[in-house]
């Protein structure tokens, strides 16, 4: 009880232009029991970001000041720790890899039933309560990983991460030199109602490696398994 409490007083953005989505939303997630407050732009959703606290963001990709997309792109650079699921008419298979790639935690593709939105708000966010318990933290080698703070230094020089990235990060090394299978990664990272394709897992170590070079990056790839961490 205490935990489905927690979820209900949520707050939870909603950028979306469209009225008639956005009554729906707002309707369905009061119900719930959730705090949704409605953005109809990127320039709006900015706003309401800085005006109060967010748990969670509900984003269209298809906005009328700027793309979804770009604006997730933002959204990683300054609110890495929110996060975000997409909802849009795009049913492409490259447009949820490049969600995913840029940031989002989950996708659901318009039409959706409202009560699957719910389900997917409260996976992501026992997801994200999962992954930041009190004080935990990990020095490897060069690297300092804060669970609680969901911070990362390398070298002693911090580096910013995406959810994502962060959780992949904390996975590894929990569990040095144990290797994980693309498959196992997506689960324990995406969660289960992401059936998505194992590149995803490539791109999101590709941009992780980038961003903690020139230091040992001490992700190790085994060909035709997966990836671990080197001790």
């Not at 953005?39 to 963001?57: F, W």
């Not at 008419?89 to 009560?115: C, H, S, V, W």
């Not at 390398?154 to 498959?183: G, M, N, Q, Y």
Request: charged content about 25%; aromatic content about 6%.
């Amino acid at each position: 009880m205490g935990e489905e409490r927690v979820l209900h007083l949520m707050n939870i953005l909603i950028i979306e232009d469209d009225p008639s989505i956005q009554m729906l939303l707002k309707l369905s997630l009061e119900v719930e029991g959730f705090k949704p407050v409605i953005a109809g732009s990127v320039a709006a959703g900015m706003e309401a970001l800085n005006k109060r606290t967010t748990d969670l963001i509900l984003l269209d990709l298809m906005l009328p000041d700027r793309s979804g997309l770009e604006l997730l792109q933002t959204l990683q650079q300054q609110y890495a720790t929110i996060p975000v699921i997409v909802l849009t008419a795009k049913n492409e298979m490259n447009d949820k890899i490049l969600g995913f790639q840029l940031g989002a935690d989950d996708y659901l593709t318009k039409p959706f039933e409202t009560r699957e939105l719910i389900v997917r708000i409260r996976a992501v966010m026992r997801r994200m309560k999962a992954a930041a318990p009190a004080a935990e933290a990990l020095h490897i080698g060069v690297m300092e990983i804060d669970k609680r703070e969901r911070s990362l230094k390398v070298a002693s020089l911090p580096i910013k991460t995406t959810s994502k990235e962060f959780d992949f990060l904390w996975l590894l090394c929990s569990h040095p030199k144990k290797v994980f299978t693309r498959e196992e990664i997506l689960e324990q990272v995406w969660g289960f109602e992401y059936y998505g394709q194992t590149r995803s897992v490539d791109m999101m170590v590709n941009r992780l490696r980038e961003k903690i070079k020139p230091h040992d990056p001490m992700i190790a790839t085994v060909h035709g398994m997966g990836y671990k961490l080197e001790g």
